[in-house]
Antibody, heavy 120, light 112 residues
Framework: QVQLQESGPGLVKPSETLSLACTVS????????WSWIRQPPGKGLEWIGF???????DYNPSLKSRVTMSVDTSKNQFSLRLSSVTAADTAVYYC??????????????WGQGTLVTVSS | IVMTQSPDSLAVSLGERATINCKSS????????????LTWYQQKPGQPPKLLIY???TRESGVPDRFSGSGSGTDFTLTISSLQAEDVAVYYC?????????FGQGTKLEIK
């Protein structure tokens, strides 16, 4: 079974850039779409965006001006950068695998998530 | 597309039926393939969401058959036919019809 492992700093200062990576264990990165979703502590889920193995992206308009996603197929890894963070960006960040559906990808498997806290 | 779940929380006795509703602000039925772009996830404390149902009614591999999804267009239901202790969780619906993907606010399911 595929494993998705998020990695990156757990603490980011306000106004700085949050950077996370997700490593795909089974080498299937060229076969799926790859998403980032976040969940503030005690709250619901917010979709951040997705990237295809070829690099095409779709971002949530609410975050679009601050989000960049990239993919490195040679490393079986995809990444998230979120700039100019504030305390409102404190959340558990999940990476997820997406199946092609004919419209948006269907997220069928999620990583365990990593808590990122924005604080000075 | 705004997804609204009801109720926000639900307490059901073991072995009884649990029903969670999800309403979308616009149809998520794609006419080209007649599929509803609606998923249900289960999230237990400290765990990531787990896919239960996609296409509104297709059970993901390995999901117990006591979980079922129904509905079309804008109104959907997740039913757990006979509640087990391990089903205590928060349940989310999500549409993947149009960008941005959006989730319902979640329904917390507990044992009565």
């Amino acid at each position: 079974q595929v494993q998705l492992q998020e990695s990156g700093p757990g603490l980011v200062k306000p106004s700085e850039t949050l950077s996370l990576a997700c490593t795909v264990s089974d080498g299937s990165i060229s076969s799926y779409y790859w998403s980032w979703i976040r969940q503030p502590p005690g709250k619901g889920l917010e979709w951040i965006g997705f990237i295809s193995y070829s690099g095409s992206t779709d971002y949530n308009p609410s975050l679009k001006s601050r989000v960049t996603m990239s993919v490195d197929t040679s490393k079986n890894q995809f990444s998230l950068r979120l700039s100019s963070v504030t305390a409102a960006d404190t959340a558990v960040y999940y990476c997820a695998r997406g199946r092609s559906s004919g419209r948006l990808p269907l997220s069928d498997f999620w990583g365990q998530g990593t808590l990122v806290t924005v604080s000075s | 597309i705004v997804m609204t779940q009801s109720p926000d929380s639900l307490a059901v006795s073991l072995g009884e039926r649990a029903t969670i509703n999800c309403k979308s602000s616009q149809s998520v039925l794609y006419s080209s393939n007649n599929k509803n772009y609606l998923t249900w996830y289960q999230q237990k404390p400290g765990q990531p969401p787990k896919l239960l149902i996609y296409w509104a009614s297709t059970r993901e591999s390995g999901v117990p058959d006591r979980f079922s999804g129904s509905g079309s267009g804008t109104d959907f239901t997740l039913t757990i036919s006979s509640l087990q202790a391990e089903d205590v969780a928060v349940y989310y619906c999500q549409q993947y019809y149009d960008t941005p993907n959006t989730f319902g606010q979640g329904t917390k399911l507990e044992i009565k």
